[in-house]
């Protein structure tokens, strides 16, 4: 099976601009989880998708929302993008059912903000 | 959420064993993960435990599991240089499919 990708890989942006991240999930996976990664805080989650429903929310500002597709993949937002934006970020997919705790990531989209 | 506690850095030799320790912050979490990460690259699940074992085994892995003090560890046997990377710990919360990571341990290991 083909692991979990995401695109673009690299992006630079400018301030107050706005970006779209995309992922697509294991074939078969139905969870979609988002998470930021940066030198000073660490991995923190942001939000998780099932089924085309936002499930679970982490706390971050509004200008950070999400997607899910019929088809599973899911695109996250950025608007008005900061300079603390510039991040990775990375997606993670999980089964729907059986072994449904497996969280399996992606290589990441490196979001530099200038 | 609260914080998960890892130490930051831990130098063996290769050959030698690793231990990596972590305490994580709720009791009620239903699993806990270890993932690695190589310089530039996403996040590679290792294993994990589910919160009502105390220990797993898996190949060159050891993951111990301490409810009480909250605490777990990973133990690498014979680390190679290829395990040098960033080790973290991660607990699940909110129904399970969010993690709540900790800052990552960096494991060197030296010839």
């Known amino acids: 099976k083909a692991g979990v990708t995401q695109t673009p890989r690299y992006l630079i942006k400018t301030r107050g601009q706005q970006v779209t991240l995309s992922c697509s999930p294991i074939s078969g996976h139905r969870s979609v989880s988002w998470y930021q990664q940066t030198p000073g805080q660490g991995l923190q989650f942001l939000f998780e998708y099932f089924s085309e429903t936002q499930r679970n929310k982490g706390n971050f500002p509004g200008r950070f929302s999400g997607r899910q597709f019929s088809n599973s993949r899911s695109e996250m937002n950025v608007s008005t993008l900061e300079l603390g934006d510039s991040a990775l970020y990375l997606c993670?997919?999980?089964?729907?059912?059986?072994?449904?705790?497996?969280?399996?990531f992606g290589p990441g989209t490196r979001l530099t903000v200038t | 959420g609260e914080d998960v506690e890892q130490s930051l850095f831990l130098s063996v030799r290769e050959g030698d064993s690793s231990v990596i320790n972590c305490t994580y912050t709720?009791?009620?979490?239903?699993?806990l993960y270890w993932y690695k990460q190589e310089p530039g690259a996403g996040l590679q699940l290792l294993t994990y435990i589910f919160s009502n074992m105390d220990m797993k085994q898996d190949q060159r892995l050891t993951v111990l599991l301490n409810k009480k003090d909250k605490h777990l560890s990973l133990r690498i046997a014979d680390t190679q240089t290829g395990d040098s990377a960033i080790y973290f710990c991660a607990e699940s919360w909110n129904s399970g499919y969010a993690l709540n990571f900790g800052k990552g341990t960096s494991l060197l290991v030296t010839p």
């Open positions: 709720d009791s009620s979490s239903t699993y």
């Open positions: 993670a997919s999980s089964a729907s059912s059986g072994r449904a705790w497996e969280q399996y």
